[in-house]
């Protein structure tokens, strides 16, 4: 569960460095606003083919699965406004991940364990028995939190619209009175354990030290806790929405949760958490030991604040699930809107689920590989192309001919030499502060080059999604960054110039760079998935038939567009 952010947290955790204290995160409640819905639903900056609900807020995906041939998709959900609170689970089903059915809530509150609120879960398919879904119930204005578990009144029902809460076992969990109930959410989906155990985890927080809490179960009923986290992190706080997977060492195909290989040296596990404090998710990628129910991230992922994440924009509260019908492990996240809570309100919608990604370990083992999922090219129509195509520093080149504002996008850039390259500073360990300080607008050596997203005409608004090339004593440093402050002419906005680092081989001199635009999303996969980025951005003059798309370099080594592919994306279906 991803309770809703506060502008005060960044201040808090900068105290919180310097004082070394119990790092605290802040939740804004709007009591006021929550009930509120617009008359009518906004549709200037709403998605075309990025999933979100008829209206009202959005956010963590809750329970992916797929089951019997059907896709289901939970979420967080204020069914009464458009800003947090009132907290159900929405529902949709899909046999595509791409064109959805919206059915009624699958949970609400409706027993004194969940009474505050049906947070955050997942989904487990326990084989010959049909789903359990395994969520947070809050039993207090406090937010004291337990564990619930719900069950399909009817597995034949293709759908599972209705779903039930048996009196007799729930709540399934409480916190233990040396745990603060307060902090303690989350479940993960259950692996089963050649021990005899089915096991999942809960996040929490100890102080200040962030953790994830191992359970084991027999019968799926009753849950006993380990002696020992399966995994903690000092100065993290608190854990949000953990999850816990196998990857395969070799190739792109996704391991059900419950494979353990690492004794035969076939599998690693990921971690992940999300961060309550910051607001940003890191993963590691390492060993679980299943007799001592311990995870170790490897030496080559950072453990921290610092660590990798999945995507470097809006992408919080992640889950991921296993989908046996192609063998992929499928990662859902909630992107949050950028605007204002009265914006919000007006819009009457608030909160997107960035497009399903494939995951899966890249060849040399130390980071995720992402990629929307295939389905997505169902929606692609009017293809234009640009081949081989020279920039110089200073060029853009329109991609006409397609939806701008609802568009797919691939290219691949090629340079022929790095000489030009600027020197990186060894200082320069943020990357999201880097490119405010180099910019699109700031011209460089190799790079800035990439793509013009959301553009207006003139190019008072845009959204450059773009890469720039460091020399660095032995390597080459790969900045990839999606910069919102041009993105709109209205000022009281979120307008981070999100950016990541990419790990990629140079040798062949060629970059490339996927854009899924959709009014008011910009999320690119860089390298074939190896950084990725979301923005949430609003234009005001590049909406609609007005927005357009550029490449542009303005870095004094000529740039060459290989080939570039894009198409207009036909919008989703959502009823
Ligand atoms: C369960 O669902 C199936 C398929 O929709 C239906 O035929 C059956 O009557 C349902 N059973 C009950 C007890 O409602
Ligand atoms: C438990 O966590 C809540 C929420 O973060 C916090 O307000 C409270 O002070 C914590 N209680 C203890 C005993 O640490
Ligand atoms: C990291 O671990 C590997 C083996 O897992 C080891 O060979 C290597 O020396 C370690 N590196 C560091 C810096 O500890
Ligand atoms: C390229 O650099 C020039 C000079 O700084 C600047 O005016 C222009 O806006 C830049 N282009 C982009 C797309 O940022
Ligand atoms: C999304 O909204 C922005 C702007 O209000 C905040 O800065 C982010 O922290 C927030 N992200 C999450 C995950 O809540």
């Not at 009464?80 to 929405?90: D, E, F, L, M, P």
């Not at 920039?391 to 939806?403: A, D, P, R, S």
């Not at 030009?420 to 060894?426: L, M, P, V, Y």
């Not at 793509?451 to 773009?466: C, D, H, Q, R």
């Amino acid at each position: 569960m991803a309770l809703p952010y506060c502008l005060t947290v960044i201040a808090v955790f900068s105290l919180c460095v310097i004082c070394n204290n119990g790092v605290e995160a802040f939740h804004e409640i709007y009591p006021d606003l929550q009930s509120i819905s617009a008359r009518t639903v906004s549709k200037i900056h709403r998605t075309g083919y990025h999933f979100q609900p008829h209206r009202n807020w959005i956010n963590d995906p809750n329970g992916p699965m797929y089951y019997n041939g059907v896709y289901h998709l939970f979420y967080q959900y204020n069914p009464k406004g458009a800003v947090w609170g009132n907290i159900v689970w929405g529902h949709s089903v899909s046999k595509d991940l791409i064109n959805w059915k919206e059915l009624e809530p699958a949970l609400y509150p409706s027993k004194p364990f969940d009474k505050y609120g049906c947070w955050s879960g997942s989904a487990t398919v326990l084989p010959g028995k049909g789903p359990v879904i395994l969520y947070t119930g809050v039993i207090n204005k406090h937010s004291n939190e337990v564990q619930c578990y719900a069950i399909p009144e009817n597995t034949s029902d293709p759908f599972l619209r209705k779903w039930i809460k048996p009196n007799a076992i729930n709540p399934i969990i409480v916190a233990e009175h040396n745990m603060n109930g307060s902090v303690f959410r989350d479940p993960t989906t259950a692996w089963w354990s050649e021990d005899g155990h089915w096991k999942m985890l809960i996040g929490g927080r100890s102080k200040d030290r962030g953790m994830a809490y191992l359970y084991r179960s027999k019968d799926f009923v009753k849950w006993i806790r380990a002696k020992h986290p399966i995994h903690s992190a000092a100065s993290t706080g608190m854990w949000e929405c953990p999850d816990f997977y196998p990857v395969s060492l070799k190739g792109k195909n996704g391991l059900d949760t419950s494979v353990v290989g690492n004794r035969l040296n076939r599998v690693k596990h990921v971690l992940k958490n999300s961060l309550d404090v910051t607001r940003y998710e890191y993963y590691t990628i390492g060993t679980y030991f299943m007799n001592e129910d311990r995870y170790i991230p490897d030496n080559t992922s950072e453990d921290g604040w610092g660590g990798l994440r999945y995507d470097y924009g809006n992408f919080y509260a992640s889950k991921s699930f296993f989908d046996p019908s192609k063998r992929r492990r499928i990662l859902w996240s909630w992107a949050n809107e950028s605007d204002s809570k009265e914006d919000d309100v007006k819009k009457g919608w608030a909160g997107i689920q960035a497009i399903p990604r494939t995951v899966w370990l890249d060849s040399h083992g130390k980071q995720l590989v992402q990629w929307p999922v295939e389905e997505l090219n169902s929606l692609r129509e009017k293809e234009v192309k640009i081949n081989n195509k020279k920039l110089k520093k200073g060029n853009y080149v329109e991609v006409k001919g397609i939806t701008a504002a609802q568009a797919d996008v691939e290219v691949t850039f090629s340079f022929s030499s790095l000489d030009k390259a600027e020197t990186f500073d060894s200082r320069w360990v943020n990357a999201q502060d880097l490119c405010a300080q180099k910019g699109s607008k700031v011209e460089g050596g190799v790079g800035p080059f990439g793509l013009l997203t959301l553009a207006s005409k003139n190019l008072e608004e845009f959204t450059p999604v773009f890469f720039r090339i460091f020399k660095a004593p032995n390597k080459h440093v790969v900045l990839m960054c999606s910069d919102a402050r041009s993105s709109s002419l209205k000022r009281e906005l979120y307008k981070p110039s999100f950016a990541g680092f990419v790990d990629v081989d140079l040798a062949h001199k060629k970059l490339s760079l996927r854009s899924l635009i959709d009014h008011s999303v910009v999320e690119s996969f860089g390298a074939g998935g190896r950084t990725n980025i979301l923005s949430r951005v609003y234009p005001t003059l590049a909406i609609k038939k007005n927005a357009h798309l550029f490449v542009f370099n303005n870095g004094t080594e000529h740039i060459t567009v290989e080939k570039l592919k894009a198409w207009s994306m036909k919008s989703a279906r959502r009823n």
